[in-house]
């Protein structure tokens, strides 16, 4: 059974670097995308960023010139950074595996089938 | 990018009851040349994450109750509780992934009436 364990600071004063890590237990690193999705107090789901295997990443383009995703293979970890925080990145931020599929010109997308159980960013002076 | 609109905001269906919850993709997320619709359904219970229930607008994962089914295809979709339990008292949201980005609809919310 994977498992996706997170963590990272929960309380972060505007302009700080949100920093948050994701371990993958119980299940291969290779064959997946690795994904952060957000959600904002009270509101819907945000796709934050991939990465996979190979560390090959995507970004949303809201968040694309602040943030950052990696990987550490050896440690089946994946981590994201958002520098330049604002009240406005303040949501619960959750790591998730993506099953990848084969798409249109051949592109692979994917679906999330398992999800850590989040992480409280709070953005306050 | 696609955009996901999802209908109603909020639904109200007594227990037993059939409860349906409708997702509309602003183009198709059908590909012909596997006919397949790149279309998932989540279900979020209050502090908990998302969970998944549907793929392929129609594939129930496994451990997913039978009560839930998908259907739709194109750009026109829905999810369907046969018989509404207390513990089917959530969030669900729809997620396209034809294209990238992946995007997700604004959510439904279910409650007992």
């Known amino acids: 059974q994977v498992q996706l364990q997170q963590w990272g600071a929960g309380l972060l004063k505007p302009s700080e670097t949100l920093s948050l890590t994701c371990a993958v237990y119980?299940?291969?690193?290779?064959?997946?995308?690795w994904t952060w999705i957000r959600q904002p107090p009270g509101k819907g789901l945000e796709w934050a960023g991939e990465?996979?295997?190979?560390?090959?990443?995507n970004y949303n383009p809201s968040l694309k010139s602040r943030v950052t995703i990696s990987v550490d293979t050896s440690k089946n970890q994946f981590s994201l950074k958002l520098t330049s925080v604002t009240a406005a990145d303040t949501a619960v931020y959750y790591c998730?595996?993506?099953?990848?599929?084969?798409?249109?010109?051949?592109?692979?997308?994917?679906?999330?089938?398992?999800w850590g159980k989040g992480t409280t960013v709070t953005v306050s002076s | 990018d696609i955009v996901m609109t999802q209908s109603p905001d909020s639904l109200a269906v007594s227990l037993g009851e059939r409860a349906t919850i409708n997702c509309k993709s602003s183009?198709?997320?059908?590909?012909?040349?596997?006919?397949?619709?790149?279309l998932a359904w989540y279900q979020q219970k209050p502090g908990q994450p998302p969970k998944l229930l549907i793929y392929?607008?129609?594939i129930r994962e496994s451990g997913v109750p039978d009560r839930f089914s998908g259907s739709g295809s194109g750009t026109d979709f829905s999810l369907t509780i046969s018989s509404l339990q207390a513990e089917d008292v959530a969030v669900y949201y729809c997620?396209?992934?034809?294209?990238?980005?992946?995007?997700f609809g604004q959510g439904t919310k279910l409650e007992i009436k």
């Open positions: 119980g299940g291969s690193f290779s064959g997946y995308y």
């Open positions: 990465i996979n295997d190979s560390g090959s990443t």
């Open positions: 997620q396209q992934y034809y294209s990238a980005p992946c995007s």
């Open positions: 183009q198709s997320v059908l590909y012909s040349s596997n006919n397949k619709n790149y």
């Open positions: 998730a595996r993506g099953r990848m599929v084969r798409g249109v010109l051949g592109h692979y997308y994917y679906y999330m089938d398992v």
């Open positions: 392929w607008a129609s």
